[in-house]
């Protein structure tokens, strides 16, 4: 589902991404863990191009997500057509960046029917069902001011998957959250990832990465150290650094 290779991103003569390659199985889902200020964000925001990589290849679903040049720079589509590869990929961030001004059902329906020109109806149908989903149907008529932080999150879940995504990109989802409002977004991700879909997940949740992850990903200044299964990673790291690391945050 998902192919990078070699890519490279740097700010200024900083370099963020050091030439990492990774794939993603269609239907895994890959937990990042690693130190603040590792690349982890910055390598999210390269998939959907968020951030334009420096260098290298990215691949969704075997389609390119930038212009690849033979001596191995990259340029961005037009708005057009990089728009449509971006409506593939769903993000949710660690603020919730929900619309203030509209509902959550319109929050949830203004993607499908601007960008994907789906008739108001239907797209009212579907958002209805993914908040039946997130367990906030009773919610729908409610502004997002009137939820709480996990209330919000579950909803921007559930906006992000009214685009019908290929994949879902989550970004330390519950790092914003009160401590006891994390787990209900941890049950919609993990229902999310049992139903099938491809997910790569940055969190410093390690419990939920122990449960769902199918492979765990350690970052390190801007490379992937050591990747595994959960319980390679957790029971048995290799590096010196993953062990530090673990030991810090367990
Ligand atoms: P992580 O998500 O692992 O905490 P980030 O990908 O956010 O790490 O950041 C990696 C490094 O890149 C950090 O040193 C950060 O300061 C730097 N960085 C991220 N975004 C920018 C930017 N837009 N401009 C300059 N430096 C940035
Ligand atoms: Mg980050």
Redesign the pocket.
Known sequence: MVRIEKLR?S??S?V??RDVSLDVRAGEVLV?I????????????CINMM?VPERGRIFVDGQPMGQHKDDGSFTVFPDRVLNEKRAQIGMVFQSFNLFAHLTVLDNITIGPVTVKKTPPAEARELAMALLEKVGLAEKADSYPSRLSGGQQQRVAIARALAMKPKLMLF??PTSALDPELVGDVLATMKQLAEEGMTMIV?THEMGFAREVADRVLF?HQ?DMLEEGTPEAIFSNPRHQRTQDFLRRVL
Do not use: P
Request: charged share 25%; aromatic share 8%.
């Open positions: 991103k700010f200024g900083h963020v991404l990042i690693g130190a603040s200020g590792s690349g982890k964000s910055t390598l999210l925001r951030e970004d330390e940055v970052f801007g």
